[in-house]
């Protein structure tokens, strides 16, 4: 008898226990471009990372810090999260979240199933979820989620213990609410390891933000490309002091876009049809392939 409650009880923690995600060492690299809501202009890239804890009315929360690394090292606490039943909650960021705590992910959801989305102030749809692999191997859930009135384009996808793969962590879903501003997740990284970037072809840092250094010396010099206008709305031109062989755009969730056969120094593309926000675009030229970041407004 005592031998099947044993059984009973570990089936139990078993079938209901799951890995907590959210500690120290986690972080989130991420850039920002365009103009937002209040006329600020933003081209800068900034680290989140987890480091430490705290207490508001009684709960438990871990610290979330921020940093410009392009411009200083300093680290300032910028919100509080807490991660219980697969679900995380945000306090202590901007409306609608300064003082009371709000649900920002449920990883517990599935095809079919719709949230509210605390920030954007809409309902968004998972429209597919499935399991995906990180780049230090290890598997965990992915979410896609939509909203109805959009284009598919601006999709956002989530990862269990990483947040949005697309836009900044504490702004998920950032796309489903039609707003002239940029913000987009570039990676996530465990104490200098890498699990998970956005873009597959590119590497984990923008220009001047060195993120993952065993990456960044991976890059070639951004000062052999020239893209202009940028930002722009319509066309754009891309010139190289080397050939360029092909050129390929992504979306905020890593998605490609765009891509054209060139075999010249200098091209110019059209991305009228491309939704607001910033993309990535890469170029394999004679010396190897360069990334420049590119923002549609």
């Given at each position: 008898?005592?031998?099947?409650?044993?059984?009973?009880?570990?089936?139990?923690?078993?079938?209901?226990?799951?890995?907590?995600?959210?500690?120290?060492?986690?972080?989130?690299?991420?850039?920002?471009?365009?103009?937002?809501?209040?006329?600020?202009?933003?081209?800068?890239?900034?680290?989140?990372?987890?480091?430490?804890?705290?207490?508001?009315?009684?709960?438990?929360?871990?610290?979330?810090?921020?940093?410009?690394?392009?411009?200083?090292?300093?680290?300032?606490?910028?919100?509080?999260?807490r991660e219980e039943s697969?679900?995380?909650?945000?306090?202590?960021?901007?409306?609608?979240?300064?003082?009371?705590?709000?649900?920002?992910?449920?990883?517990?959801?599935?095809?079919?199933?719709?949230?509210?989305?605390?920030?954007?102030?809409?309902?968004a749809s998972v429209?597919?979820?499935?399991?995906?692999?990180?780049?230090?191997?290890?598997?965990?859930?992915?979410?896609?989620?939509?909203?109805?009135?959009?284009?598919?384009?601006?999709?956002?996808?989530?990862?269990?213990?990483?947040?949005?793969?697309?836009?900044?962590?504490?702004?998920?879903?950032?796309?489903?609410?039609?707003?002239?501003?940029?913000?987009?997740?570039?990676?996530?990284?465990?104490?200098?390891?890498?699990?998970?970037?956005?873009?597959?072809?590119?590497?984990?840092?923008?220009?001047?933000?060195?993120?993952?250094?065993?990456?960044?010396?991976?890059?070639?010099?951004?000062?052999?490309?020239?893209?202009?206008?940028?930002?722009?709305?319509?066309?754009?031109?891309?010139?190289?002091?080397?050939?360029?062989?092909?050129?390929?755009?992504?979306?905020?969730?890593?998605?490609?876009?765009?891509?054209?056969?060139?075999?010249?120094?200098?091209?110019?593309?059209?991305?009228?049809?491309?939704?607001?926000?910033?993309?990535?675009?890469?170029?394999?030229?004679?010396?190897?392939?360069?990334?420049?970041?590119?923002?549609?407004?």
């Open positions: 008898m005592k031998k099947l409650l044993l059984f009973i009880a570990l089936v139990f923690v078993t079938t209901n226990s799951y890995s907590q995600y959210l500690i120290d060492g986690l972080n989130w690299n991420n850039t920002t471009g365009g103009t937002d809501d209040w006329g600020v202009n933003l081209h800068r890239n900034f680290t989140y990372k987890v480091e430490g804890d705290t207490t508001i009315g009684g709960v438990g929360y871990k610290l979330i810090k921020k940093n410009y690394p392009d411009i200083n090292q300093e680290w300032t606490t910028a919100f509080c999260l697969r679900k995380w909650y945000i306090i202590g960021a901007y409306a609608p979240y300064i003082s009371d705590e709000v649900l920002l992910y449920d990883f517990s959801l599935e095809t079919g199933d719709s949230i509210y989305t605390a920030w954007a102030q809409n309902y429209i597919e979820h499935g399991d995906t692999v990180l780049e230090n191997g290890q598997t965990r859930k992915y979410l896609i989620l939509s909203k109805d009135n959009l284009l598919p384009t601006m999709d956002d996808m989530w990862i269990e213990g990483l947040g949005s793969a697309s836009c900044h962590v504490e702004l998920p879903c950032f796309y489903l609410n039609i707003i002239d501003a940029c913000a987009i997740s570039l990676c996530t990284s465990y104490n200098d390891e890498l699990l998970f970037t956005t873009f597959p072809n590119l590497h984990c840092y923008d220009s001047g933000g060195n993120f993952i250094t065993s990456l960044h010396n991976l890059d070639l010099p951004e000062n052999t490309i020239t893209i202009y206008p940028n930002p722009t709305s319509k066309d754009v031109n891309i010139s190289s002091e080397n050939i360029i062989n092909s050129i390929e755009v992504f979306n905020s969730i890593g998605q490609r876009v765009y891509q054209t056969k060139v075999n010249s120094k200098s091209k110019s593309i059209s991305i009228s049809s491309l939704s607001k926000g910033v993309y990535i675009v890469g170029l394999n030229t004679d010396i190897g392939y360069i990334k420049k970041k590119l923002i549609k407004n």
